[in-house]
């Protein structure tokens, strides 16, 4: 079988290096055949013994010319758009993509052929990965009993994989679930078998349950990931976003300070700022009752998320399911734009935010520019190998309590920086309400009786930039 024909977008070091990474594999048979490449001082020249043979733009032309197999993009400064660009006018030139790795790697010269994989919907972002700062962290987490609620979801599952990294004395389970939790568990013993990893399952809710559980094992360190996170179901049933967002996480805060926890990590949302959906208000709530509960040795703070790729029920997961079942890509409106971040990054910022907080502090991930979800699913197309006229896109309409616009903070936060040069400190100003854990309890009693549009009223009086779908 004759070597695939392969071309590389990008003469710069990366695309020399990724040429030298792919002679020492003969046995992956490939053959480079050119660079395509913007510089105009290396157009008609030959770089590593190859040619440089035009513009990136000629990328289709080229494949078509010189019969290529595959297209290397050995860019790692590329932002989004040349990424998108590329993949786009690979899938027009019916040709598959791969990707070499990015900035710190080149650096470090450490380019390896088994490094050169497919283009990921990361690779869209428009930026670089956030990178964790390892060594704060292992002060907090070596040695120390560990806790994480919602342990059996996408970011609770991570988190658990990134914890056991820093050899914790032990790591608890919980969840509500017990297959997921099962499964995360399965995992840890396979990869890391040393770890003394506790499968716990049990709602948050439960506030006796929950005491005892903390007063049995006494965690130093708690991440809160437990928590309903879909908008319209929420919008649906606000009493359900109360009871496990607002009651569940005062629980979880309550029973960490009776029994002397160093610190609580709470993970919030983009969604909280200016809330325009039940989910929202239940967060922007609860970062304010951290904050209202901030009185002992124990440290609370907050973590907001933008959008995770590939997390359980995300929207790439959605596109790429209905990609495998050939029906269009459903998206709300032409412009919506949210942020985006791995699940990765989603974890270090969690992660991070457990050695630098000092209590109180509500921490967001610089996540570049907001992308636009249509430009997403055209991407996705693209990533897949169809051509842009292959797939439909249909626009459905805004679902209640979604926004057109995500936004990072708003217009009453003050940011701050902090340690990590990518990450910030919001620092949101005070619940109009003298106690907020009363008025915890006051929600709560609401939810336990199901009065959902009294909930929703009491969320606009608490705060003021929320509004009942009902009265929208």
């Known amino acids: 079988m004759p070597a695939k024909r392969v071309l590389l977008a990008g003469a710069g070091t990366a695309g020399r290096?990724?040429?030298?990474?792919?002679?020492?594999?003969?046995?992956a048979e490939l053959l480079p055949v050119g660079f395509l490449d913007d510089d105009p001082d290396l157009q008609g020249r030959e770089v590593a013994g190859l040619p440089v043979l035009g513009p990136l733009l000629h990328l289709v032309d080229c494949v078509q010319a010189h019969d290529i197999d595959e297209v290397l993009i050995a860019i790692p400064t590329a932002q989004g758009p040349l990424i998108r660009q590329l993949v786009s006018l690979c899938a027009r030139a019916r040709v598959p993509s791969r990707i070499v790795p990015g900035v710190m790697e080149i650096i470090r010269g450490d380019v390896?052929?088994?490094?050169?994989?497919?283009?990921?919907?990361?690779?869209?972002?428009?930026?670089?990965?956030v990178e964790l700062v390892e060594e704060p962290?292992?002060?907090?987490?070596?040695?120390r009993c560990v806790l994480v609620t919602g342990a059996g979801g996408s970011i609770g599952a991570e988190l658990c994989r990134q914890i056991a990294r820093f050899d914790p004395?032990?790591?608890?389970?919980?969840?509500?679930?017990?297959?997921?939790?099962?499964e995360i568990e399965s995992e840890l013993r396979d990869l890391q078998p040393q770890l003394e990893a506790e499968p716990i399952i049990a709602d948050i809710r439960d506030a006796e349950r929950v005491r005892r559980i903390f007063e049995r094992a006494r965690p130093?360190?708690?991440?809160?990931?437990?928590?309903?996170?879909?908008v319209p179901y929420m919008e649906r049933h606000p009493s359900e976003a109360i009871l496990n967002n607002v009651w569940g996480t005062?629980?979880?805060?309550?029973?960490?300070q009776a029994t002397g926890a160093e610190r609580v990590v709470f993970i919030s949302t983009d969604k909280a700022v200016r809330p325009r959906s039940v989910m929202g208000a239940s967060k922007r709530f609860a970062e304010h009752m951290l904050q209202a509960s901030q009185t002992g040795a124990t440290r609370l703070m907050a973590v907001r998320f933008g959008n995770v790729l590939a997390s359980r029920g995300s929207v790439v997961n959605l596109f790429q399911a209905q990609l495998r079942r050939g029906v269009p890509l459903t998206v709300t409106h032409p412009d919506a734009t949210r942020y985006?971040?791995?699940?990765?990054?989603?974890?270090?910022?969690v992660l991070q935010a457990s050695a630098l907080g000092a209590g109180g502090e509500v921490y967001t991930l610089a996540m570049g520019e907001a992308v636009k979800i249509g430009e997403l699913a055209r991407d996705l197309v693209a990533l897949s190998g169809f051509e842009p006229d292959d797939v439909a896109i249909r626009y459905t309409g805004m679902r209640p309590g979604e926004k057109l616009h995500e936004e990072l903070r708003s217009c009453d936060d003050s940011e701050l920086p902090s340690p990590h040069p990518h990450i910030f400190v919001a620092r949101i100003g005070e619940l109009q309400a003298a106690d907020a854990i009363a008025v915890a309890e006051e929600l709560t009693t609401l939810a336990l009786h199901g009065e959902d549009?009294?909930?929703?009223?009491?969320l606009a009086e608490l705060l003021p930039e929320y509004t009942p779908t009902a009265e929208r």
Not at 19 to 25: D, L, N, S, Y
Not at 112 to 127: A, C, K, M, T, W
């Open 220 to 230: 130093d360190v708690v991440f809160h990931a437990a928590a309903h996170k879909h």
């Open 453 to 458: 549009a009294a909930i929703q009223r009491r």
């Open 340 to 349: 985006f971040m791995t699940v990765r990054e989603a974890c270090m910022l």
């Open 169 to 182: 004395r032990r790591l608890l389970l919980l969840g509500r679930g017990e297959n997921s939790i099962f």
């Open 137 to 143: 962290i292992e002060g907090v987490l070596r040695d």
């Open 112 to 129: 390896h052929f088994e490094h050169i994989r497919p283009v990921r919907p990361e690779d869209l972002l428009g930026r670089e990965v």
């Open 250 to 256: 005062l629980q979880v805060v309550r029973a960490a």
């Open 17 to 27: 290096m990724a040429v030298e990474a792919v002679r020492k594999h003969p046995e």
